[in-house]
């Protein structure tokens, strides 16, 4: 299975919203309610921001939200602020072979 | 809150071994899976496999035939070993934590240590 399709950038002003796609096929993305998304300043552990497409950890900001329409899941954020700026990556079950797979990896930027 | 840390040489030299190690704090290892995951210059995030708490294994079809990996929970760390590595081996290497209740996603993480394979 190839990687998940991500744009390699977004960028946007603060205060704005900004989304972000991941693609994927019948065989992840759209086969299981099973997507993760990451964030990654470079340097630092990657934090986890959504998981199950929708949920979000405790301690993630709710400007993080994630949703899903078919084989390409998203992720939005509101209210983007500088810290924000990092890159994200999609993730989603794969039905066991390979267990999960990765995107290619958006990189955010606030202008 | 759970802590990882990755150690190990960030030199390793081509059809050799690379060895990394995670140290895990505070917690007890049966609570998770641990994995580990790399990504490329360049590209992006790459599962390598899992190991549980009784040592059971799961790798990514791709990389199944050079990846072992181990756990002592005595120490409270697990480790990698990927053989026979060329330079597209050459990586950001991470190590992180799943729920194994829902091992599909990765909670806590490590800061990764970058290994480059050159002779």
């Known amino acids: 299975q190839s990687a998940l399709t991500q744009p390699a950038s977004v960028s946007g002003s603060p205060g704005q919203s900004i989304a972000m796609s991941c693609t994927g096929s019948?065989?992840?993305?759209?086969?299981?309610?099973?997507v993760s998304w990451y964030q990654h300043h470079p340097g630092k552990a990657p934090i986890l921001l959504i998981y199950?497409?929708?949920k979000r950890p405790s301690g993630v900001s709710s400007r993080f939200s994630g949703s899903k329409s078919g084989n390409t899941a998203s992720l939005t954020i509101s209210g983007l602020q500088a810290d924000d700026e990092a890159d994200y990556y999609c993730?989603?079950?794969?039905?066991?072979?390979?267990?999960?797979?990765f995107g290619g990896g958006t990189k955010v930027a606030v202008l | 809150q759970v802590q990882l840390q990755e150690s190990g040489p960030g030199l390793a030299r081509p059809s050799e071994t690379l060895s990394l190690i995670c140290k895990v704090s505070?917690?007890?290892?049966?609570?998770?899976?641990w994995n580990w995951i790399r990504r490329p210059p360049g590209k992006g995030l790459q599962w390598i496999g899992y190991?549980?708490?009784?040592?059971?294994?799961k790798f990514d079809p791709s990389l199944e035939s050079r990846v072992t990996m181990s756990i002592d929970t005595s120490k409270n760390q697990f480790s990698l070993r990927l053989n026979s590595v060329t330079a597209a081996d050459t990586a950001l290497y991470f190590c992180?934590?799943?729920?194994?209740?829902?091992?599909?996603?990765?909670?806590?993480w490590g800061q990764g240590i970058g290994v480059t394979v050159s002779s």
């Open positions: 992180a934590s799943a729920n194994r209740g829902s091992p599909n996603y990765f909670e806590y």
């Open positions: 505070p917690v007890s290892m049966s609570t998770y899976y």
């Open positions: 190991i549980n708490y009784s040592g059971r294994t």
């Open positions: 019948s065989s992840d993305v759209g086969g299981f309610s099973l």
């Open positions: 199950e497409v929708t």
């Open positions: 993730c989603s079950y794969a039905g066991g072979s390979p267990f999960v797979i």
